[in-house]
């Protein structure tokens, strides 16, 4: 399964490279799209748990990897104080 990295800025001007168990990020996002904050949550998650159910079809569980991402992105989005995140580029 090919893995990825997606690269974004956050409305406080941090950049954080995240990690994707697969290529299925790039259908819920789009490089130079800037995101509201929850809408980018939700994006994130909802690509990040499609990716994760895909390793637990191929390998009988799942991504840990993509399920502790997903933490990071709530952990962060959650100390933001509105704004938009960028998406910067996708590195496959």
């Not at 790039?26 to 509201?36: E, R, S």
Request: aromatic share 10%; with cysteine.
């Amino acid at each position: 399964m090919p893995e990825m990295r997606f690269h974004i800025r956050w409305p406080d001007g941090s950049r954080e490279a995240c990690y994707s168990p697969s290529l299925v990020i790039k259908d819920h996002l789009a490089v130079g799209q800037d995101y509201a904050v929850d809408e980018f949550v939700y994006l994130s998650r909802l690509a990040l748990g499609l990716a994760s159910e895909r390793v637990r079809a191929l390998y009988g569980f799942p991504c840990g990897r993509a399920q502790a991402q997903i933490a990071r992105i709530e952990d962060t989005a959650g100390r933001q104080d509105g704004g938009t995140v960028h998406v910067e580029s996708f590195e496959e």
